[in-house]
């Protein structure tokens, strides 16, 4: 037992790594909403954040810039969410099933991606935690905001992928609840008819969700190669993708709800990270359990059921009814 | 739903196949014999080739393994030892290699080691001891073939199977060697672990390691945490976080997962002592020591026994006393640090130290 460690520093450490834990999950659930608001579940997520993580990890490797690292990373996302909106929209694919296959592409593909240009696990120098420094504004002080107790160590000490999940939290409310775009998103997801009615292309829309939402898986992958572990390695993201696609139906198709399950998630895992590292008398399996224990028993809560878009996986024709 | 649908389904499912026949996904049915290198046509005359070092005939090896030929890890080091027998051997004209990888799923694997048994497959390797009670209903039907499982101890023989082979690697030698040199390194007393599932090669090391810390000093506290899976590199790497927060300052941890806290042990400037593979390329200054696992000789020596018409019953350890492990120690390390580890070392060897393991 570490017994001069405080309950404060204990605090601050879970609320730090719950952050970082909750980026990946953020981008990728927050593009998947959006898919699923406008009535297409994609199952291919975790496929997308392999691609993504591949992609921008392989760039950033070859050319060292950060940034072309990541724009290669929503590009090829983009371009996967753009086949899945062909195969789902276009030809009316039942989803599950090419979600699968996406996945499975993906999985496949960066692996096949992987042995040959790289074969062997390598590191790179991946977006730096930012400090929020008085000096970098041109002060003369060594004093960094990241210093100030508890808000500055828990907030002030991420890298700006990390910020970018949460900036894209209100960004995505605001989006989807006060703009037209937005209102075309959820009448096509809940009435595709009357919307199609009212003159809103159904079929651009989707497209346009999805190929969104397979960028953002994109930035999720490349959030965990480039920003979080810096490293790539065949079927980094063990799960992910599913989880975050579960935490859609868990924060019932919107932003904050999205938001609320990443950080419950993320949370309770640091915490049990913590409590395995404080040698507190519990299984480590038990521990490890916690976070999907809590998740399922959050979402056998019925009422989440009549929240779901009423379009949700159901191709749309014009004419039928 | 529309008939529209039948073909994108083809194509996307064709597409996942041909990725998946490329890398073998653990979710895909297994694709039987996936050979690594064209199969050259086999012919008898084709047989010792000259500059042969190894006194062996042609072989067909296949192996199965739960994670992948490049994991840094567990799977890593014995493809890396299969592979340096090949090339002594003289190529894949004398020892032909298939494999599959990230087989996690149990039932996929044994379809798998079935497959390349009844495909002639002279040696069938299952490179985990999840495969071991579906290797033991596959054995006897296939009594030409040898077959070698690990970790493990058990050949069958209770069980009358005479053609497999068992083999384990004593993880926890190398991690008491560790133990001891994490413990001179740590200015802080506090060390930490970051273990995946509390079972097999991972609970041997982290166990020899804990005896080897708390031997050298007792008053050391040595942080011992689980992540619940084998490839969760993320939360390996929050794992390793998590350790640092908590006082840690030097850092061990095991399987393939292991590369997302040695990124963070990089960031943070903490050492890393590495098992099962070499992990230093991917941070030469961080990973300080290594316990190697090399699985040459005890393979070399399957390939011969089944060569000699003994298919199996030996159980093989990887000791650091028979030379199955060895320990790499960076020249950064401090003198006295890396003179203790080896007085561990030649305790164990002598068997002066003997580890106790629950």
Redesign the interface.
């Known amino acids: 037992m570490s017994g001069e460690l405080s309950v404060l520093a204990i605090i601050v450490g879970i609320a730090h790594s719950g952050l970082r834990l909750a980026t990946p999950y953020l981008y990728a659930a927050i593009g998947e909403m959006f898919a699923q608001r406008s009535g297409v579940l994609n199952l291919g997520v975790e496929g997308i954040m392999l691609m993504g993580a591949y992609s921008g990890f392989f760039v950033t490797f070859k050319t060292g810039n950060l940034l072309l690292g990541l724009l290669a990373a929503a590009t090829v996302g983009a371009l996967m969410g753009l086949a899945m909106a062909f195969v789902s929209v276009t030809l009316q694919a039942q989803q599950g099933i090419s979600g699968i296959g996406l996945f499975m592409f993906g999985l496949g593909a960066s692996s096949l991606l992987f042995k040959t240009t790289l074969g062997t696990v390598e590191g790179v120098e991946g977006f730096p935690e930012l400090r929020f420094c008085l000096s970098s504004l041109g002060l003369n002080s060594n004093y960094c905001l990241s210093q100030i107790p508890i808000l500055g160590e828990i907030f002030l000490r991420h890298n700006i992928l990390v910020y970018g999940a949460f900036a894209l939290v209100p960004i995505a409310w605001w989006v989807l609840n006060k703009t037209t775009w937005g209102l075309s998103i959820r009448a096509v997801g809940q009435n595709p008819q009357a919307a199609d009615s009212l003159g809103v292309s159904v079929a651009r829309v989707r497209y346009v969700t999805v190929t969104l939402g397979g960028m953002l898986a994109g930035i999720a992958g490349a959030s965990l190669s480039i920003s979080l572990l810096n490293i790539f390695q065949e079927n980094m993201t063990n799960g992910q993708g599913f989880i975050a696609v579960a935490l859609v139906y868990f924060g019932s198709w919107a932003p904050l709800g999205v938001l609320a399950g990443a950080m419950l998630f993320s949370l309770v895992n640091a915490l049990q990270l913590w409590v395995q590292v404080l040698g507190l008398n519990i299984p480590s399996d038990v521990a490890v359990m916690l976070p999907y224990l809590l998740t399922i028993i959050t979402l056998a809560f019925p009422f989440r059921r009549a929240l779901q878009p009423a379009a949700l996986t159901k191709p749309f024709e014009r004419g039928e009814s | 739903?529309?008939k529209?649908?039948f073909?994108?389904?083809t194509l996307?499912?064709a597409?996942?196949l041909?990725?998946?026949?490329?890398?073998?996904?653990?979710?895909?049915a297994p694709p039987p014999a996936k050979t690594e290198e064209a199969a050259p046509a086999k012919t008898e005359e084709a047989a010792p080739a000259e500059g042969a070092a190894l006194d062996i005939e042609p072989i067909r090896i296949a192996i199965v393994m739960p994670s992948?030929t490049?994991?840094?890890a567990w799977s890593q080091a014995i493809f890396d030892a299969l592979l340096r027998i090949q090339e002594e051997a003289g190529g894949e004209d004398v020892v032909e290699i298939a494999y599959s990888e990230?087989m996690f799923n149990v039932t996929d694997a044994a379809a798998a080691l079935r497959d390349y048994a009844a495909d002639g497959y002279d040696l069938v390797i299952a490179h985990g001891t999840q495969y071991g009670s579906s290797l033991f209903e596959i054995a006897p039907d296939f009594p030409d073939t040898s077959f070698a499982w690990g970790t493990a101890t058990d050949t069958g023989e209770g069980e009358g199977l005479h053609n497999i082979f068992a083999y384990e690697a004593r993880a926890e030698q190398g991690g008491y060697v560790n133990g001891v040199l994490a413990a001179s390194l740590s200015k802080s007393g506090?060390i930490?672990v970051v273990?995946p599932v509390?079972a097999g090669d991972a609970k041997l090391y982290i166990d020899g390691f804990v005896a080897g810390a708390k031997a050298t000093n007792p008053d050391i506290?040595v942080?011992?945490?689980?992540?619940?899976?084998f490839?969760?590199?993320?939360?390996a790497?929050?794992?390793a976080?998590?350790?640092i927060?908590?006082?840690a300052d030097v850092l061990t941890g095991s399987a393939?997962q292991v590369?997302?806290a040695i990124?963070v042990a990089?960031?943070k400037n903490v050492p890393w002592l590495g098992t099962q593979s070499d992990q230093s390329?991917?941070?030469p200054d961080i990973v300080v020591a290594t316990q190697l696992y090399d699985w040459h000789d005890t393979l070399l020596d399957m390939i011969k026994k089944h060569q000699a018409g003994e298919l199996g019953g030996t159980a093989y350890q990887l000791t650091l006393k028979n030379g199955g492990l060895t320990m790499l120690y960076s020249d950064s390390l401090p003198e006295e640090a890396v003179a203790a580890a080896k007085e561990a070392e030649a305790g164990i060897i002598s068997g002066e130290i003997t580890i106790d393991i629950e």
Request: proline letters at 5%; one cysteine or more; a negative charge.
């Open positions: 739903m529309s529209r649908l073909w994108p389904l996307l499912v597409l996942a041909i990725a998946a026949q490329c890398a073998a996904p653990a979710t895909e992948t490049t994991d840094l990230t506090v930490g273990g509390e506290t942080n011992v945490s689980y992540t619940g899976s490839g969760d590199t993320a939360l790497a929050e794992a976080n998590t350790h927060n908590a006082g393939q590369v997302g990124g990089k960031e390329p991917l941070a």
